[in-house]
């Protein structure tokens, strides 16, 4: 299987590093978690991609957002890095986090009567909603002008850190880590949906978010 | 600290770590993290072991309790993993390893954050308190945990629950007005939990450390004994293929 390229694309730029990292820590081992873009995304909620014929030996894989195919990803990712300069003034692009589910959680999904999957497709649906970020600096981290932006609801923090750090790649050395923070308090989990810490965390109609080069909030 | 509490935190899981032909022979504790026995491992096998995958060719996720991942994974007895090491290529599907300390007292604060409103009582702990509860954690130190955990002096007015249904994970916060875990899940889910349609229906269950709590338990009371190492209160929505209907199709067919 050829290397996918939107993963040497992240590396470079040093995408989703946890907010917990260390900055000893090697960014390319960092930024590994994958993410795939939208336009890749076909097909329903649920579904699992069967790895190999062998069915029920092999675990399914899927996307938060369904099932999609390695060549698409190859074919698209070329263009991204253009694609993003141009969108990403206020609206923050769409990166799923991939998951994998085991062999017999896969069977029970795949056995769920239709009425039940249909329901719980519903529930775990991505929701088209956006919600607005406020990205605050914090000491001599530079700040982004805009610094507010909208993102769908169910992106994970990674894709939010991802964006940020993009932003700030001329101003900021490479290599740098960039930490986040929500309300000034705690570094969310990069595999933490935003739309589920704007619900809790949000104040008014925006969740604020803080973002350092350095440990803020020990 | 009552029996149950004590029994939760014991709660263990037998695993069959294998690497290269080599097996090791692990029981691991549900409330902690996988990564605290990386050591462990690596040097039982002579080699830097920086992620785990069961037989299906799944990866583990680190980063979350590991009953958790048991429960939601459907493991079997004794559970059998395998190890990555720092050669092999890492999964895509899981996040990078990065420091679990850190990662755990944010979750943790993100905990304090939802009881009080803010983090402070875990930002002002001290240094030396810091320490011992994190080193509760790593030594699985129970009377430590909970004398540590006491300190935040949490305000349950809110319940930090963290949801996962099947295999995608729903971030829940409850309010807490001394709702049992049924009203609390008619009120997260309704689409699953609406009392009227599923009362004699098991297709669908809450798990918690492995087993079913009844749902007529406060969620506070629950929160208190079976509490997670990182403040929050794992619950796996698990909906299982109703097994009468399956088993009643089969015989009309055969």
Redesign the interface.
Known sequence: MSR?PL?SESESSSAC??????SS?NLS??????VSSPRDIIGPNVDGELKSSGEQ???S?RT?EGSHSKVQIQSESEDEDEDEEEESDHYIRNEML????????SI??D???PV?KQ??D???EPSSEKITVRCQPIGSTPSLTPNVFKISYHQPVATLHKFILKKLKKSLPKGTSLYIY??N?????????VG??F???ASGEELVVSYCTV?A?? | MSEIARKVWEGSINCIVSYRGTECYLRVFRNSYFPLYFQLLSSYFNDEVSFLY?E????VAW?KPIGVLYD???G?SPWRLSCGTKADE?P??I?????VE??W???M??A???HNG??KQM?SLSRDDSLTFWHSVVTHNQTTWFRMFAKLHLQFKRIPIRLY?????????VQWHGQTLGEAMCEL?P??FDMKRWRNND?VSVVLHGVEPPLQCPVDDLYRECVYVDGFLHLCV?????LS??ESKAEGES
């Open positions: 996918n993963v590093a946890s907010p917990a990292l260390q820590e081992t960092v930024s590994q978690m994958h030996k092999t675990a894989t938060n991939k998951s994998k589910i085991t062999t017999a959680a029970m999904i056995r769920l009567p039940t329901l719980v519903k529930i775990t929500v309300n308090s705690f570094a969310p989990a990069p595999d933490e949906i589920c810490l619900d809790h965390f440990v909030f020990g | 069961t299906d060719d799944v990866p980063n939601l994974m459907q079997t890492y895509e599907y996040l990078p390893l990065t420091d850190s990662y007292c944010n979750q604060k993100e304090c954050y939802i803010n983090s930002m249904l099947n295999d995608s994970k729903l971030d829940k916060v889910i689409e699953l297709q698990i909906v299982k293929p109703n209907d399956a």
